[in-house]
C-alpha cells in the first residue's frame, strides 16, 4: 500500500534536482519552490571541445549557466581578448541588458554542461514572480559591480 | 556520411511516416485539444503560480469551466434551442416556403405593390414578374436550408463526441507542458537550439495570445449583440447574438452575416422598416463598441490583412471544408502568415539562408 502511494506520488512530483540552480549567484537567493518553477524553463545541453555555443552578431535569445567544463569567451566584453570562465558563471547576461545581438563568441574548450533559460522565459518569470525579480536583478547589480571594479584593477 | 548513418536515417523517415499515417485520424483531436490547452493555460499556470502543483491547478480549471458550462447550458441552451425550432418553424412553413407566403411579408409586399404601379405606368417594363422571379429563386435556396441543418444532425452528434475528447488529451498537454516543450527542444542540435526557442517562443505566444483574444471577442459580441437586439425588440436575439459573436471571426464580413440575419427575422415576422433600421443601427453599435475598445483591448493590433485577401481566404475556406473552415481559415491564414514571417526573419539573422 505504502509503496503504491509512492509509486502514484512520484507520477505527479519530480525529484529535487532543482535545488542545485542556487549554485549560480543569479539564483542564490530563490526559495525552493521559485527554483521548481524556475526548473520548467531551464534547457539542458551538452557541448563537445571546440563546439560554437554563439557567435558575436547574432541575435541574443538564450542566458547560458556553465555547470560544468570551460569557455573560452572573446570579443567585445573583454576588450577583444580571450578569457576562460567556468561554473557558476553565465554567458550573455550582458548583452540580454544590452541589445538584440552577441557582442562576442563563446566556444566550448572543454566538454562543457550547461543550463540554457531563454531570454522571454526569465523576463516573464521574473514578471509573474516579483519577488524572486527583486532577488533575481539585485545579483546582477552585484554581479555587474563586481565586474566593473575588476576592470578598474585591470586598468 | 557512413552507411550506417544513412540507414538509421531512413529507418527514422520510415517511422515518422508511419506514425504520421498511424495517428493521421486523431490528429484533429490533438489540434483541438491544443486549441483548449491555449484557453487555459493562463488560469492553470497562475494557480500553479500560487503554490498549487500543476495537475491540481489543471483539476481546479476543468470543475470551474465545467461548472460555467453546466451554468450556461441549463440557463441559455433552451432559449437558443427555442428560438432555433422558431427561426426552422419559419422556413419550413407548410409546402415550404413560396413566393406567396414572401409576399405576404409586408415589406416585400411593398415592394410588389410598388412594381406593379411602375409595370402600370410605364407600358413594356414588366419590372414586377422580375421581381417575383427573383423570389422564386430566393425560396429555393431558403427551402433547402432546413434539410440541410438535418442532413448535418449526425455530423453535429459527432462533433459533440469530438468534443468530449478533448478535454481529457488537453488534461496532459496542460500537465505536461513544459516536460513536452523541453522533449521538443531536445532534438534540436546546439546550433539551432537558440532559433528553436524563438520559434516555439512565437508560437506560443502568437497562437496562445490570438487564440483567447479570439474566445473573449466572440463570448463579448455574443453577450452584446444579444442585449442590443433584446433592446430594439428582434425576435430571437440570444440566437442571433451567438451566431454573431460566432461569425465576427471572420473580418470585415463576418458582421454582415450576423446583421443580414437579424434584418432577415423583422423581415419574416412583418416587422415595420423601422424595425428594420433599428435592428441595423443595434449590430452597427456593437461592431463599433468591438472595433474600437474589446478587440484593440484584447488582441492589440487588428489583423493586418487586406479586405480581398480575407475574402479570397474565406472562399477558399468554404471550397475546401465547408462552414468550419470558413471560420478557422482567416485565423489560420495569419497564424501561417505571422509564424513564417518570424521564420524567415530568424534564419536571416542567424545566417542560415
Redesign the interface.
Known sequence: MKTSWQWLKSLFSKPQTYLRYRGYPLFAELGSYDLYLLDDRMHERKFKIGETIFESGFPVEVVYFIRSGEVLQSGAYSSNQERTISHPHQLGLLDMFHGEYRSSTAIAKTEVLIDAISRSDLLDYMKARPHCGVKILEAVCKEFSNMIFEKAKDN | MKWAKILFFILMAFIVVAAFIFYSKVFVYLIGAVIFSYILDPAV?WL??R?I?R?LSVLFVYLTVAGLIAWFTSRMIPDIVAQANNLIAILSQEGGINKDILLQVPFLHGIHEYTLSLDARIPGLNISNEFTNILDNATGFLAKLPKVLLDNYSTIIGAVSFLGMIPLISFFLLKDK?KLR?AA??LSS??Y??LA??IL?KIDSTVGTYLRAMIFEVVAVSIMASIALSIVGVSNPILIGVTAGLTNIIPYFGPFVAGGLAVLTVLFEGGPLTAIVYAGIAMWAVQVVDNNIVYPLVVGTTINMHPLLVLLTVLAGGWYGGILWMLISVPLAFLTYSLVSVLYT?LK???II
Open positions: 499556470t500553479e503560480h503554490r502543483p495537475w513544459h523541453k527542444l531536445k546546439n546550433r537550439f537558440e526557442i524563438i517562443g530568424n539573422e542567424y545566417k
